[in-house]
Structure formats: structure tokens, C-alpha cells
């Protein structure tokens, strides 16, 4: 071991020595004085005196941009270099994305005048660069997690940085739980904690008190425009209703409001609440007519180019930072600005995106100036927020939507819809506009929803719906759920974990001892709500994938049925044209669909929608999700081949005996009286169908049992869809019969079966139900 260590210390050395080489050059002189201008230098010998004290944990935080992860986690390898330990340390510092993991690898190498993979590295998914000698390595949060699973003392780690605690994305917020568990076990182990804004008192105190070192930094002041006074600053006019981009949908948000303020129900959302209580007086008539039009279920693609064409033309010279939800939104706005005459000219323009398999070359080109005269103009998703800072920035544009990050440990599949940014958000992109003069920010969203955001967003832990977070923890294979959720940094409440992992059980995918089943395994990986993943596992087994991916993906998105208030009565029949009296609005929605798609063949989606009150968004966002299903069912290996997926079944039987599978316990009985139905769940007692729904208007319903997604109680409880299915389906595919038999199964569904009480029917039954739940499992 002493010849180990003359050889550790050698190689040390000649670390120390390349670095001191490469800083005599003159691109190394330069990159030192470009790391020197970082504010975090400042603090640089009490940060390594924290590291190299007692301390095993320190939190870190300071204003975006100011040097946290591509200086720190440097520091601690020169600090290691210069003590002569640069070759025994590893340091491993975590990313919430794999952009920017590679990104910033990429960013630190060259700073030290290294190629990649030399002593600076990356992990991601799929992909990485790390060599024998890489002794500090960027990875995405999940690539450490899943290295955890297979060495839980991360043996020969000296360093972990976890960047961007702040977002509290939960990944993140599952690996301190471990992290901290681990501490006392690897008591040489330093840990830092890294964050953008001000709530290191939280992650300190949860770690007992540990050093916090704040950086101060600067921002110039910017400017917010919101929508309202960009109307009246650019005399742009909103698409008035029924024209181009989202025909119809303008005409119904109006007609909604109307519904939502006559009937002063809590359907409404604080956005939509404050929209509607909005007094748009003080704005001049023109203003006041083109914010009706504003959908916020919409990015305006034409605001945007707008707003761009206003900076190009009348702004001083400045890089522009779009923000946008997500990559699909980058790519068409970037199509659409390609073609205009201004934007679209790249001797006055450089449109560049900012996404995940950037090259580096075009990534190069993101921090660089642009020649003189030309404006740079970024597209990017909330990644910019606070991982990547690009310094020229002089004007922002912002959405106020962002998809949330997705719950996928494993997978780190997107999650599928854009919300509402919170205040602390918006706060965060403005200043963006502000790191090297005065700069402006254009909100496209009016001041009063601005106000109605929350003023932070809740944790990823504490949103993600509890039976998919539990299923995570079984997948990733850390214990038992309650125990390992009551340690995280704010815990979810304890009856819920209850009722979650209770809910699993009854579905199949966890077993009497909360071990993951096949089917949980399955679930796990498909960033669905269990229920949905489900569904489209069954449709996979039973080959009708195509009707139940539309069904799936309708009910993870939204019912694209329009009710505006006072067309009421003429919307529902449109909507009954589409159940052929088939008792479900589950079907009813795959009919509209198709039909959509065959209008859309033939150019007249449009029209189609118009005609049946139809939201064309809501149903380009099924077709989206439906390939996105796809793509995840294959590659869970569900799915053998993309292309053949025409020889799908659509039995509607079938179907249904799915749609049941998948709801459960979601269910209730029918019995037909003389004049009306009534109608049971075991919670409630007697519910009612919901006007919207097909079943709504029947006098008669000819199934025994209606399985549902959604009540809500409003005086009474309503079903909001509905599906009718009979007792055979109930029992072959409601819930799993391996917890109480069939006789626990029945009671379940309160005795109503009393045909089935027959002891050889039940018999029969109870086998053929257990092969398919075993079927399903394998
Ligand atoms: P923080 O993590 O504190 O937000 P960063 O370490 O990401 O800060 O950034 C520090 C500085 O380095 C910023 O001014 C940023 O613009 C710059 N920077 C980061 N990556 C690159 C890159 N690839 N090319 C040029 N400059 C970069
Ligand atoms: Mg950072």
C-alpha cells in the first residue's frame, strides 16, 4: 500500500502540474480571468475550510449564474489537487436534467483546458463520457439513485453535490432522504447542498444545523410588461374568436366564463377564478375587447412573434430568452419564426433552441455574442430558468407555463402537461433580463393571473400523486413506504400513504407484504396514474390498444366535449350522437376522436370541432400523448412494433371489460325504478350522473353497473363519466382476486350479485379470474 500511495501521489502531482501548464497559456489565462469575474470567488477559501473541517454537510446558495455549479464543485477538485489527493478524490455532482449535466461537463473541462472524459465526466440515461482518470462527475439525480441501489455506502465517493436542491423535484428530494441516512455510515463523506434562492434555512436545518454560506449577487433592475400593456404598447389585436389558430376555442372559453359565473361553482381554478373577478375598466376598449379572446389554455404562437417582431424593430440591441413549455412547443414556434420575413433572416436574427441533444457547437453559440446586428433569440424550456444562464440576456419573454418534471426515477419520462408557473418563477425568469443592464420582461399573460399564481410551487413530492410515488419507492427499492416517506424533508400525510398503499394492493401491484408485483413493476414505468397504466396494459395483453390509448390519454388530459352554458342543450346532443346508445362516454369519446382524425384527413377538423363542440387542443393533445404511449409501451415491452398497430382489435366488450379494469373501485350500481334510476357507490351512498354525461339524460340504464374516473360532490355527488358494464365483466376484471377470493370480492361490491352466489357458477368464475389476474401479472 505505500507503493499505492507513491503512485496516488505521483499521478496527484502531475494533475497539479498539467493545471498549473495549461494556466500559463493564453486561452488558459483567459478562462482564469473569465472564472475569476465569478462572485463566488470570494467566498472560495471558507467554502474549502467548511469542506476540510468537521462539517460533513454544507448548504450553499447564491443568485443564479453566480458560479455555484461550474466553480464549486472545480474548487473542491483543485483544493483536492493542490493537497496532493487530486488522484484518490471522486466527486460526484448531481443534475435535475441531462442537458444540463452534459452541458456543464462540457463547460468545466474546457475551462480547465481538458477534453471531456479526462478528469472531468458525465453520466446520463444511455450515455456518458468517463475515464479511468475522471475524478469529478456530472450526472443526472436518478443515475446516483440507481447507483445507490447497488451500493448503498457509494464506496470510494468522497464528494456528493446535489445542484439545485431549490427546485425540489423529486428525485432530488428522494436522495437526501437516502443521503442522510447514509452519513453516519460514511462518516468521511462530505456532502454540499446547493441552491439558487433563499430557503437554505430548510435543507439546513434538516440536515442538524449545518453550515450555510450565502453568495450575494447583483442584478440590474427589469422592467415587467404584462399582457395588457403590451396590447397597448404594440396595438396588437388577440385572434378574435372562430378565426385561424384555436378556432372555437376562444367562443367557448367566453361562453365559459359565463357558465362559471352564473353558477358560482368551485370548478374554477384560482387562475380562471381571478380572470373572472378581473375589472378590465381601466384598459381602453380595444385592450378590453382582445383580452376576451385570451386563452390560457394556449400559448399564442402569433403573441409570441409578435412580441419578438416589437423587440427586433424598436428595442436596443439585446439577446432575447422565450420561454416555452416544452420541446414540441420550441420546435413549431422555431418552424413558424423560420418562415417570417424579420425573424426568419438570419443576417438580422439568430434563432436558436435550447434543448437536450444540442450539439456543442450550437451550444457554444447560445453563450457567445452574436456578430454585430444580429439579435440572438433563445428558445427554452424552463431549464433556463435556473440551470443555464446566458449573460447578453436583455429581454425575456415568458409564457408563465412549464411542464412539471416527471416522477419517473428510472425513466425520467416527461410529464405530460404544462401548468402555471409560480410567482417565484416568474420572479426568477424577469430577472434573467437582468445579469448585464437594465433589461425588460414581457409576461403574456395578464397582470391578475400573474397575482392568482401560487407564491411558490409545492414540492414535486407533495404533488405527484401518492400510489405512483409509493410504486417509485418499491421500484427503487427503498423499504417500506410509510417509514421512508415520514423522513422526507416535508412528508406526505400519513393516512393518505395509507390509503395509497392500500389502493395498490387492491389493484395488484403490490402484494400482502407491499412487495412490487409484475404488474406494479409495469406500472411503475409508465408516467401514468396507476389506474390509466392499467388500462393500457391490458390493452396490450388484449390487443385493442388503439380505442384504449384514446380512452387513457382523454382521461389523463382533459374531456375535450365543450358544455358552453347557453348552447347547452345543443352541445349534449352533439355529444349523444357520438354514444349510439352504448351507455358510455368512454366510447363515445373514442368515436370522436376517430371521427376528428378522418375530418383531419380530409381538412375539415376544424369545422368537425366547430360542428360537435369539440376542443381541437384537447384532442391534437390526445393524438400527441397516444405516440408518446406508444413509444413508452415499447420500450417497457408491451408493445413488439409500432407500425402494426392497425390490426388492433375494437371489440366493444372488450373495451369496456378494460375501462372496467382499469376503474376499479371506481364503480357503482344500478337498479331501474319505475320512472328513474338509482344510483349507488359503497362511500356514498346515492349519486347522480352528471348532466355532461351520455348517461345523464337515460331513464334507463341496461347494465347492472356503472364503473366511473371522477365525482364530484357539488350539493350532491355526480359522476362526471360513466360507463355501463355487467356482473360477469365486474367480476373477471374488477380489482384482484387474489386478496379475499371471490367471496371477499363480492362483498366488496356489497351483495349485489346474487346470481353469482351459486356455488358451481362461483367456482367457475373464481378459477377463470385467477388466471387472468395471474395472466395479467406475468
Ligand atoms: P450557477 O450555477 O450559480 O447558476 P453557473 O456556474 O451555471 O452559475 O454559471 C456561472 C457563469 O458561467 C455564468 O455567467 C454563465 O453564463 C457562465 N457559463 C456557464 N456555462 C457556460 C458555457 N458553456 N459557456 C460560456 N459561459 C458559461
Ligand atoms: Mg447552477
Not at 4 to 18: G, P
Not at 92 to 102: E, F, G, H, L, Y
Not at 246 to 267: A, C, F, P, S, V
Request: aromatic share 8%; with cysteine; proline share 4%.
Amino acid at each position: 500500500s505505500v507503493i499505492a500511495e507513491r503512485v496516488l501521489r505521483r499521478r496527484s502531482l502531475h494533475m497539479h502540474n498539467k493545471q498549473l501548464d495549461w494556466q500559463e497559456s493564453p486561452e488558459g489565462q483567459r478562462m482564469l480571468e473569465f472564472r475569476k469575474k465569478s462572485s463566488l470567488i470570494i467566498k472560495r477559501e471558507h467554502i474549502t475550510e467548511l469542506l476540510f473541517s468537521q462539517n460533513q454537510v454544507v448548504v450553499v446558495s447564491g443568485e443564479t449564474g453566480c458560479g455555484k455549479t461550474t466553480q464549486l464543485p472545480q474548487y473542491i477538485l483543485e483544493s483536492e489537487i493542490e493537497a496532493a489527493r487530486g488522484a484518490a478524490c471522486n466527486i460526484i455532482c448531481t443534475q435535475p436534467r441531462r442537458i444540463s449535466a452534459m452541458a456543464v461537463a462540457e463547460r468545466v473541462a474546457a475551462e480547465r483546458g481538458e477534453k471531456i472524459g479526462e478528469s472531468v465526466g458525465y453520466k446520463v440515461r444511455l450515455e456518458g463520457m468517463k475515464g479511468r482518470d475522471t475524478r469529478l462527475l456530472f450526472c443526472t439525480t436518478g443515475i446516483l439513485l440507481r447507483r445507490l441501489l447497488v451500493d448503498r455506502n457509494l464506496k470510494g465517493i468522497t464528494h456528493v453535490i446535489v445542484d439545485e436542491i431549490h427546485e425540489r423535484g423529486m428525485n432530488e428530494d428522494f436522495l437526501l432522504i437516502v443521503l442522510k441516512d447514509l452519513l453516519p455510515r460514511r462518516p468521511e463523506l462530505r456532502l454540499i447542498l446547493m441552491s439558487a434562492t433563499l430557503n437554505a434555512e430548510l435543507f439546513s436545518s434538516y440536515f442538524g444545523g449545518a453550515p450555510m454560506i450565502h453568495i450575494p449577487g447583483f442584478t440590474y433592475p427589469v422592467r415587467s410588461h404584462f399582457l395588457e400593456n403590451i396590447l397597448e404598447m404594440t396595438g396588437y389585436r388577440l385572434t378574435p374568436y372562430n378565426q385561424i389558430d384555436n378556432y372555437g376555442q376562444e367562443k367557448m372559453w367566453k361562453m365559459q366564463k359565463q357558465t362559471l359565473r352564473k353558477r358560482k361553482t368551485q370548478i374554477a381554478s384560482a387562475v380562471e377564478e381571478a380572470l373572472m373577478a378581473a375589472d378590465f375598466k381601466e384598459y381602453s376598449p380595444r385592450v378590453r375587447e382582445s383580452l376576451t379572446c385570451w386563452n390560457p389554455d394556449s400559448i399564442g404562437f402569433n403573441l409570441i412573434e409578435h412580441v419578438l417582431c416589437h423587440i427586433c424593430r424598436k428595442e436596443r440591441p439585446g439577446a432575447v430568452l422565450v420561454f416555452m413549455t416544452g420541446w414540441d412547443d420550441i420546435n413549431s414556434l422555431k418552424d413558424q419564426l423560420r418562415a417570417h420575413p424579420l425573424l426568419g433572416d438570419p443576417s438580422r436574427v439568430l434563432l436558436l433552441a435550447c434543448h437536450g441533444s444540442m450539439a456543442s457547437a450550437e451550444q457554444k453559440l447560445i453563450f457567445d455574442k452574436p456578430e454585430d446586428g444580429v439579435r440572438k433569440i433563445v428558445l427554452a424550456t424552463n431549464m433556463a430558468e435556473t440551470s443555464i444562464t446566458i449573460n447578453d440576456v436583455v429581454f425575456v419573454v415568458d409564457c408563465g407555463k412549464a411542464k412539471e418534471t416527471s416522477y419517473d426515477a428510472l425513466n425520467n419520462t416527461p410529464c405530460l402537461l404544462p401548468s402555471w408557473i409560480s410567482k417565484a418563477s416568474a420572479r426568477q425568469r424577469k430577472g434573467r433580463a437582468g445579469r448585464v443592464q437594465p433589461g425588460e420582461c414581457y409576461h403574456l399573460y395578464p397582470r391578475c393571473v400573474h397575482d392568482a399564481f401560487a407564491d411558490y410551487q409545492l414540492p414535486e413530492l407533495l404533488r405527484t400523486p401518492l400510489q405512483s410515488l409509493c410504486l417509485q419507492i418499491k421500484s427503487l427499492q427503498l423499504g417500506s413506504i410509510s417509514e421512508f416517506l415520514s423522513k422526507a424533508l416535508q412528508a406526505p400525510e400519513p393516512l393518505s400513504v395509507q390509503n395509497a398503499i392500500e389502493y395498490l394492493k387492491m389493484i395488484g401491484a403490490l402484494d400482502e407484504s407491499e412487495n412490487l408485483t409484475l404488474l406494479g413493476r409495469n406500472l411503475s414505468m409508465l408516467p401514468v396514474e396507476p389506474k390509466l397504466g392499467k388500462m393500457l396494459i391490458f390493452g396490450a395483453i388484449f390487443n385493442c390498444l388503439d380505442p384504449v390509448m384514446t380512452i387513457v390519454a382523454g382521461l389523463s388530459v382533459r374531456d375535450p366535449f365543450l358544455m358552453p352554458f347557453d348552447k347547452k342543450d345543443l352541445a349534449e346532443s352533439a355529444k349523444a350522437q357520438f354514444s349510439a346508445r352504448d351507455f358510455s362516454d368512454h366510447l363515445a369519446l373514442v368515436r370522436a376522436f376517430e371521427g376528428w382524425k378522418d375530418a383531419e384527413r380530409e381538412q375539415s377538423g376544424y369545422e368537425y370541432c366547430w360542428r360537435n363542440f369539440l376542443s381541437v387542443q384537447t384532442l391534437k393533445a390526445i393524438d400527441s400523448l397516444r405516440k408518446q404511449f406508444l413509444y413508452l409501451l415499447k420500450d417497457v415491452g408491451l408493445v413488439e412494433n409500432i407500425e402494426s398497430c392497425n390490426g388492433w382489435s375494437r371489440d366493444e366488450h372488450l373495451i369496456r371489460a378494460i375501462i372496467c379494469a382499469g376503474l376499479f373501485p371506481g364503480i357503482c350500481s344500478v337498479v331501474n325504478k319505475e320512472k328513474s334510476i338509482s344510483l349507488k357507490t359503497m362511500e356514498d351512498g346515492a349519486v347522480l350522473l352528471h348532466s355532461s354525461s351520455v348517461n345523464g339524460q337515460e331513464t334507463r340504464i341496461p347494465f347492472p353497473w356503472i364503473v366511473f374516473n371522477e365525482k364530484v360532490k357539488v350539493n350532491s355527488v355526480f359522476l362526471r363519466d360513466s360507463t355501463g358494464v355487467s356482473d360477469s365483466v365486474v367480476l373477471l376484471f374488477g380489482g384482484n382476486v387474489s386478496r379475499g377470493g371471490l367471496d371477499g370480492h363480492m362483498k366488496m361490491l356489497g351483495g349485489y350479485l346474487e346470481f353469482f352466489m351459486k356455488p358451481e357458477l362461483a367456482a367457475t368464475y373464481l378459477s377463470i379470474k385467477r388466471e387472468l389476474d395471474e395472466l395479467v401479472q406475468r
